[in-house]
T-cell receptor
Framework: DGGITQSPKYLFRKEGQNVTLSCEQNLNHDAMYWYRQDPGQGLRLIYYSQIVNDFQKGDIAEGYSVSREKKESFPLTVTSAQKNPTAFYLC????????????FGPGTRLLVL | GNSVTQMEGPVTLSEEAFLTINCTYTATGYPSLFWYVQYPGEGLQLLLKATKADDKGSNKGFEATYRKETTSFHLEKGSVQVSDSAVYFCALFPYGNNRLAFGKGNQVVVIP
């Protein structure tokens, strides 16, 4: 089955710790995205990548980092510089064209211990 | 710049009631418009979309018509079920550098 997988489903972070959220897709999509979702605030874009080895900051990139070494993978690292990391994180992918439909993974919920 | 606005607040209604969720947009050119649905604890799923004026998107009994004259893309369903309880997001493309712009979402709760 084609789709997007995110792991883990739940992740706990200690103070001062970096954690990495995994996102993998087998849809052969060029573009991938990371969103953060907080209650009542909708989705906010963290980073996105249109092609391998290239990515751009979204609206709330501070305290996060990404890499895009392979087309199917777009991991997100939440660094210790992100002071309020508790949120639901969603990864998405799409074909990079004018009528863009994004396909979403099931999400990772990050909690701070 | 391009943006979408959804009506404020959650929507609570009884089973078999008529559902409307308002979405208006601001855009230059001719954006594509989308409705996504998020069931509890899950990611978003595309519900329907429309790519040009007067297009009607439909899926699972939901409909939305792309109205350029009123810059709107309201979501409707004639008879909701408990299983329709979810958060619904209106979205527009393109926003900025070929991105999606999302509305804040509306929580819909259907009571048996």
């Amino acid at each position: 089955d084609g789709g997007i997988t995110q792991s883990p489903k739940y992740l706990f972070r200690k103070e001062g710790q970096n954690v990495t959220l995994s996102c993998e897709q087998n849809l052969n999509h060029d573009a991938m995205y990371w969103y953060r979702q907080d209650p009542g605030q909708g989705l906010r874009l963290i980073y996105y990548s249109q092609i391998v080895n290239d990515f751009q900051k979204g609206d709330i990139a501070e305290g996060y980092s990404v890499s895009r070494e392979k087309k199917e993978s777009f991991p997100l690292t939440v660094t210790s510089a992100q002071k309020n990391p508790t949120a639901f994180y969603l990864c998405a992918s799409s074909i990079w064209r004018a009528e863009e439909t994004q396909y979403f993974g099931p999400g990772t919920r990050l909690l701070v211990l | 710049g391009n943006s979408v606005t959804q009506m404020e607040g959650p929507v609570t209604l009884s089973e078999e009631a008529f559902l409307t969720i308002n979405c208006t947009y601001t855009a230059t050119g001719y954006p594509s418009l989308f409705w996504y649905v998020q069931y509890p604890g899950e990611g978003l799923q595309l519900l329907l979309k429309a790519t040009k004026a007067d297009d009607k998107g439909s899926n699972k009994g939901f409909e939305a018509t792309y109205r350029k004259e009123t810059t709107s893309f309201h979501l409707e369903k004639g008879s909701v079920q408990v299983s329709d309880s979810a958060v619904y997001f209106c979205a527009l493309f393109p926003y900025g550098n070929n991105r999606l712009a999302f509305g804040k979402g509306n929580q819909v709760v259907v009571i048996p």
